[in-house]
């Protein structure tokens, strides 16, 4: 069966650094769109970052100079790269996954079908 894992979370002071792992196992051959995403107590999930299957990225506007989207060349592992952290950048992140999305955005989360059980980042200031 499919399945995402996140690790790499944590708590960091404003201004510091954490990268996130999503190791990916049991995946089918097919490529995916792969992304992140986040969602803070009280508010909705957001986009952050997705990669299609031929390596394109889009970024949310608000991580836009300061996370780096990034996956290996075997297509098992996704990384998100987070330098400036803010405040406002705690939440639980999430990575997905899916073979069927055709157009690959930070606004297709709600036709993504794999999931991960999501790693806590949180930045205080």
């Known amino acids: 069966q499919a399945q995402l894992v996140e690790s790499g979370g944590g708590s960091v002071q404003a201004g510091g650094s954490l990268r996130l792992s999503c190791v990916a196992t049991s995946l089918s051959r097919y490529n995916y769109c792969m992304g992140w995403w986040r969602q803070a107590p009280g508010k909705e999930r957001e986009g952050v970052a997705v990669i299609d299957r031929n390596g394109v990225i889009q970024y949310a506007e608000f991580v836009k100079g300061r996370f780096t989207i990034s996956k290996d060349n075997a297509k098992t592992s996704l990384f998100l790269q987070m330098n400036s952290l803010k405040p406002e950048d705690t939440a639980m992140y999430y990575c997905?996954?899916?073979?069927?999305?055709?157009?690959?955005?930070?606004?297709?989360?709600?036709?993504?079908?794999?999931w991960g059980q999501g790693t806590q980042v949180t930045v205080s200031s």
């Open positions: 997905a996954a899916d073979p069927r999305i055709q157009i690959c955005t930070v606004a297709a989360g709600d036709y993504f079908n794999l």
